[in-house]
């Protein structure tokens, strides 16, 4: 059984950056594409990046030249540099993962880490 956990989460004040990260367990890490996701109050979950095995990335709009993900296969980790931030970015951002190329990773799912940027 796959397990996502992340970290890093926090109060960031506008402008300023944060680093998530997702630890990943219990599977081949270099086998899954994983992803960051991000859920506002009484919305859908969206996707924010993800990342391929290989390395592709894939951002969306809203967060192309602010945000960056990598992985690191060594450390089972992903992670999501958050750079230039707003309120528009508070939100629950969730880790998930698929044993598969897919730019929407979502087999496995971590639990969540709150970013709150104060207007």
């Known amino acids: 059984q796959v397990q996502l956990v992340e970290s890093g989460g926090g109060l960031v004040q506008s402008g300023g950056s944060l680093r998530l990260s997702c630890v990943a367990s219990g599977g081949t890490f270099e086998m899954y594409s994983m992803g960051w996701y991000r859920q506002f109050p009484e919305k859908e979950r969206e996707l924010v990046a993800s990342?391929?095995?290989?390395?592709?990335?894939y951002y969306t709009d809203s967060v192309k030249g602010r945000f960056t993900i990598s992985r690191d296969n060594d450390k089972n980790t992903v992670y999501l540099d958050m750079g230039s931030v707003n309120p528009g970015d508070t939100a629950i951002y969730y880790c998930a993962g698929t044993p598969r190329s897919t730019y929407q990773p979502k087999d496995y799912w971590g639990r969540g880490t709150q970013v709150i940027v104060p207007p």
């Open positions: 990342i391929s095995m290989s390395g592709y990335a």
